[in-house]
């Protein structure tokens, strides 16, 4: 399957190549793409001075039929948000203003999750012959990662899953008696989404950290819920990371004290083992 560049992707790569009139209406739609979608031909070549002739050869040009082809892909990129294409007055308020995001997000979205809801996690975990993490993307991946590493230690079968055939294939060998948790941002992921649907289908129970409303979150037994919180400044990376690794800390605390006996043993041998190995102060985080 062939991949063709969207269209405003296309005119930033040729500029340079375009002519004096083309590069006219290039920098028009790269300044004001939301106009440039919705601006009829004569408002076209009358904003960026040049004929209607000259509109027309540019969307051949940019491999489009005609002018309303272009308009109409114009109007697809738009789709995605303007803040991704022109500068936002939102700015940020130097480094603390990254901390008072982080801060804000979690505030917020510890109010929505309940103990009731965790309290269902724990006895679906605890009564699981293994647990599946699947999770895919930057955030997901390494949260999924994340998930695995708090529970081994704890002394449970966990294991991740982030390529999305690997998730598959493992769905399909689970068993009524397994837990699988599912990480999403967004809770669009298409491939958690199936993977979760194919874990059900075999009977096995499934938990989500994910918004409730979201496809994964409707995919799903039971969902732990989180809301991304997204602001229009694009260059800071999303906070959403740390809410999910709030909710995955509450999951694996509450799970030990669920298990007290067991979990002690099991952090004792990792803490015998890392001081013999490490040297280091009895305060050192447990093998982090």
């Known amino acids: 399957m062939s991949y063709e560049l969207d269209v405003v992707s296309l005119i930033t790569k040729l500029y340079d190549q375009l002519s004096d009139a083309e590069r006219k209406i290039a920098a028009l739609i790269l300044d004001d793409l939301n106009f440039a979608a919705h601006a009829s031909i004569s408002e076209l070549a009358q904003k960026s001075n040049v004929s209607e002739a000259t509109i027309t050869r540019f969307a051949r040009s ?20 303007q803040r991704f294409i022109t500068d936002v007055k939102t700015e940020p308020g130097g480094i603390h203003s990254i901390y008072e995001t982080i801060k804000s997000a979690l505030d917020y979205n510890a109010q929505l999750v309940t103990s009731d809801i965790i309290d269902s996690a724990v006895v679906m975990l605890t009564n699981a012959r293994q647990i599946f993490i699947f999770g895919v993307g930057g ?14 230690r704890l002394g449970f079968a966990a294991t991740a899953y982030c390529d999305p055939m690997l998730m598959r294939m493992a769905a399909a060998t689970i068993d009524n008696n397994d837990v699988v948790i599912c990480l999403s941002l967004g809770g669009y992921s298409p491939d958690v989404v199936a993977a979760a649907e194919i874990a059900r289908a075999y009977s096995a129970q499934t938990i989500a950290i994910t918004p409730v409303d979201s496809p994964l979150g409707k995919a799903v037994d039971l969902v732990v819920p ?61 093998g982090d």
């Open 139 to 152: 955030g997901s991946t390494v949260m999924a990662q994340e998930c695995q590493h708090r529970l081994f």
């Open 62 to 81: 940019m491999n489009c039929k005609n002018v309303r082809d272009l308009k109409l892909r114009l109007a697809q990129s738009l789709a995605v948000g």
């Open 226 to 286: 989180m809301e991304p919180m997204e602001t229009d400044y694009i260059f800071k990376p999303s906070a959403s990371r740390y809410v999910m690794m709030a909710a995955i800390d509450v999951l694996a605390t509450e799970l030990a004290i669920k298990n007290k006996r067991k979990s002690r043993e099991k952090l004792r041998r990792l803490k015998h083992n890392l001081d013999i190995y490490k040297h280091g102060s009895d305060r050192l985080p447990l």
